[in-house]
């Protein structure tokens, strides 16, 4: 079946640009998360969610980060103003209740 | 803070050996174990997990062993093979004070290269 899937799998983006990362999670899957992946290390805890709520947000780095599900399927991380050192991979993995299944990620790299 | 970390940062194998990775976590409340595969251009795959009551649980070709005294966790790989060559993480779940979702906390990876 299908898996989790994320667009746009590479994204450019200039200082100051806004972008927008989408994750589709297994269909079912109540839990979502989102984490951020720097070159040579392990993944990071973003966010949180159980179907539309957002339980925990303690990861995002900034307030310039910022994400939603509002339907409880799709769920979007958005980042304002991109610095460079948001350029990372931003991964999104969903859950029917323990094992966390990952998707392959959005690398996003601000110039 | 607290940290799930890796002893070693690369691993080099010749195909059929046996290949053990090593990881020391330091969050004693750490009660659940994964450990992950993650082969370039591609998401962490799940491997096997493990429970802190358990201090052995084998897959398929794999097991993982937790020491809770040391706070140590290892993955053993059988018969490594080329498909194999991956980096592999472990990541605890932290679940005291009832934040019981699932919440991981990853080490910095292990890279294994496995020679034909």
């Known amino acids: 079946g299908a898996g989790v899937s994320q667009s746009p799998r590479y994204k450019v983006a200039k200082r100051g640009q806004d972008v927008a990362l989408r994750c589709d999670p297994i269909?079912?899957?109540?839990?979502l998360f989102w984490y951020q992946q720097a070159l040579g290390q392990g993944p990071e805890f973003l966010t949180y969610?159980?179907?539309?709520?957002?339980?925990?947000k303690s990861g995002l780095p900034s307030d310039r980060f910022f994400a939603e599900r509002p339907e409880g399927s799709v769920s979007t991380l958005k980042i304002q103003r991109t610095q460079q050192e948001d350029s990372a991979v931003y991964l999104c993995?969903?859950?029917?209740?323990?094992?966390?299944?990952f998707g392959p990620g959005t690398r996003l790299l601000v110039l | 803070g607290e940290s799930v970390g890796l002893h070693l940062p690369t691993l080099s194998v010749q195909e059929g050996d046996n290949s053990i990775i090593n990881c020391a976590y330091s969050?004693?409340?750490?009660?659940?174990f994964i450990w992950y595969k993650q082969e370039s251009g591609k998401g962490p795959q799940f491997i096997i997990d493990i429970r802190s009551n358990m201090d052995k649980r084998q897959g398929q070709r794999v097991t993982v062993l937790l020491n809770k005294t040391v706070k140590h966790l290892s993955l053993q790989i059988a018969a490594t093979q080329p498909g194999d060559s991956a980096v592999y993480f472990c990541a605890d779940e932290n679940n005291a004070g009832g934040t019981s979702y699932g919440k991981l906390t990853f080490g910095q990876g292990t890279i294994l290269t496995v020679h034909p």
């Open positions: 269909s079912g899957h109540v839990s």
């Open positions: 969050n004693s409340a750490s009660d659940y």
């Open positions: 993995a969903s859950s029917p209740v323990e094992t966390q299944y």
């Open positions: 969610f159980q179907n539309e709520a957002q339980l925990d």
